[in-house]
C-alpha cells in the first residue's frame, strides 16, 4: 500500500530544508515547485499560456517566464493570482499524480508550499506542516529575500495563517534549532509515519 503524505509549511519556516532531509534519508520527494520550474520552462504550455493571458511584459528576451515580474503582479493582485493558478495548478496536478503512479516506493513525500490554499488535499493520505516561531519566520524570511520587516510580515501574512495549517495536518514539525535537531526530529515524525501506515516503528 502506498502512503502519500504532503509537506507543507509557510514561506521561510524550512519546508524545504525538511524536504531534502527526507530526499537524503532514501524517501521519495516530489517538489511541487521543480515541476512547476519544468513545466513553465520556454515553449512548454504553462510558458505560452502566461503570455497569452498576462502579455509578453511578462516573458523575458530569452523566452523564459519574468518571475520576478509576475510575483509582483499575483502579490498585489487577487484576479491575476486566481488566474495564474487556473493555468499552473492543473498541470502540476497531473504531474504530481504521474510520478505517484510510477513510483514504486511504499512511502511517498510531495512538497507543495501552498497546499491548503490550493486545496490540494485530497492527493495526500496525511499531511506533515513545518513550522516555526512567527518572529522567527519574519526574521529569516528577511535575510532570505533581503527585505524589510513590513515587507516581510507583509508577505507572510498573504498566506494561510501557518496556525491554522497545523490543526489541519496530521502531523507537525518545528524547524527552529540546530541542523542536527531538526534532523532528529524528522527521524522520530517519519518512524512515527510508517508505525501509523505500516505498524512499523524502526
Known amino acids: ?64 517566464i519574468n518571475r520576478l515580474e509576475l510575483g509582483k503582479l499575483i502579490f498585489n493582485d487577487e484576479a491575476s493570482k486566481n488566474k495564474l493558478n487556473s493555468i499552473t495548478h492543473p498541470e502540476i ?44 519566520q519574519i526574521k529569516r524570511l528577511m535575510e532570505r529575500d533581503k527585505i524589510d520587516y513590513s515587507y516581510a510580515k507583509a508577505k507572510i501574512n498573504s498566506q494561510m495563517d501557518i496556525n491554522e495549517k497545523i490543526k489541519l495536518s496530521k502531523y507537525s514539525l518545528s524547524s527552529e534549532g540546530s541542523f542536527i535537531d531538526t534532523k532528529a526530529k524528522i527521524i522520530k515524525i517519519i518512524d512515527k509515519i510508517k508505525g501509523d501506515f505500516y505498524g512499523n516503528n524502526s
Open 93 to 136: 496536478v497531473k504531474e504530481i499524480k504521474i510520478q505517484i503512479s510510477n513510483s514504486s516506493e511504499e512511502l511517498i513525500f510531495v512538497d507543495i508550499p501552498l497546499l491548503y490554499e490550493a486545496k490540494l488535499e485530497y492527493l495526500c493520505d496525511a499531511v506533515l506542516c513545518v513550522y516555526v516561531d512567527y518572529e522567527e
Open 1 to 64: 500500500m502506498k502512503a502519500v503524505i504532503g509537506i507543507t509549511g509557510g514561506i521561510s519556516t524550512g519546508k524545504s530544508n525538511v524536504s531534502n532531509e527526507i530526499r537524503n534519508l532514501g524517501y521519495k520527494v516530489i517538489d511541487s515547485d521543480e515541476i512547476y520550474r519544468n513545466l513553465s520552462k520556454k515553449g512548454m504550455p504553462i510558458c505560452k499560456k502566461i503570455e497569452e493571458c498576462f502579455g509578453k511584459k511578462y516573458i523575458l528576451d530569452n523566452g523564459e
